[in-house]
């Protein structure tokens, strides 16, 4: 009997090792998916390379690590770099000073051959929460700017293929900026977004949640969401075990709905507690190409 509690806590310390520290701190995986939409026409593929929820902070994600993600994320030779939000860590278990303009000067060499774009997060406001309630500018924000990196704030861009074709990049700003739940009131407004959608091309969205997938117009082919880190622990299959709200609905992978498909990244770091278990780190790839590509 002696034998096997001895055994039983050796395993769970080494459990709580891997899932405190090595699975965070040191894997990094590339997940990819393949999204062949009959709008997308002859368009050429369309690399998309993520990277969501970096929550950087010392010691499982310090600035050398953001450098080494952002290298490994190059090297997949990205069409379109696109950046999620979220650049600090969630949680109170780090040291060291860094700052989000920091990270965000470590994070400006993920380039695409089309651009680099991102939204914002829930926690780039909950920790500037006095920017919050005024509405004014946050450090994220400030830091992007300040780094040449382009943010889309219910704004859209037009992007011209290397054929002349083209598509829209559309982001929103946070929905999440105040409260935890999806029935906050957001800064988000999908509407003013597509207004500056002018032709009928086909549309990228970036939405850092998930939640308003059900409401995305048929012309947003592909959504692109993280928030979740896709529950942080999951054991087998089943279900995360650390959703941000009770009533979340969509928490990883892909979703298709009526012709549209969002994915939702597994993210790089972790919320309030800084654990993964069989939710690795990762940097999400999209290709999406037309239905004979």
């Not at 090297?75 to 920091?102: E, I």
């Not at 060499?109 to 006095?130: A, C, I, R």
């Not at 450090?139 to 219910?154: G, K, S, V, Y």
Request: charged share 20%; glycine share 8%; proline share 7%.
């Amino acid at each position: 009997m002696g034998y096997l509690i001895s055994f039983g806590l050796g395993a769970l310390l080494l459990a709580l090792f891997y899932a405190f520290w090595i699975e965070p701190a040191w894997r990094l995986r590339v997940k990819r998916y393949e999204l062949r939409h009959p709008e997308w026409g002859n368009r050429p593929p369309l690399k998309i390379v993520i990277i969501s929820d970096l929550h950087a902070g010392a010691p499982q994600i310090p600035l050398s690590r953001v450098r080494r993600i952002v290298r490994k994320a190059n090297a997949l030779s990205p069409d379109l770099a696109v950046v999620l939000g979220d650049f600090y860590a969630a949680h109170r278990f780090t040291w060291g000073k860094m700052s989000k303009h920091d990270i965000i000067g470590a994070l400006k060499p993920f380039k695409g051959k089309y651009g680099t774009f991102s939204v914002l997060g829930n926690h780039d406001w909950w920790q500037d929460m006095e920017a919050a309630k005024a509405h004014t500018p946050c450090e994220a924000q400030i830091a992007l700017r300040d780094h040449d990196m382009p943010l889309l704030d219910n704004e859209a861009e037009k992007v011209v293929l290397d054929d002349g074709q083209t598509f829209w990049i559309v982001g929103l700003a946070d929905q999440r900026p105040l409260d935890e739940g999806p029935e906050g009131e957001g800064f988000d407004d999908l509407e003013q977004a597509m207004r500056h959608v002018t032709d009928d091309s086909p549309c990228v969205l970036l939405a850092h949640e998930p939640d308003l997938f059900p409401h995305v117009p048929a012309n947003c082919i592909l959504t692109l969401s993280g928030h979740t880190h896709g529950g942080q622990i999951r054991i087998g299959n089943r279900s995360p075990v650390i959703m941000a709200a009770e009533n979340e609905v969509f928490s990883y992978g892909r979703y298709d709905a009526d012709g549209r498909v969002m994915i939702v990244s597994g993210g790089i770091g972790c919320s309030e507690l800084p654990v993964r278990f069989n939710m690795p780190p990762e940097i999400t790839v999209v290709t999406l190409c037309g239905p004979e590509s």
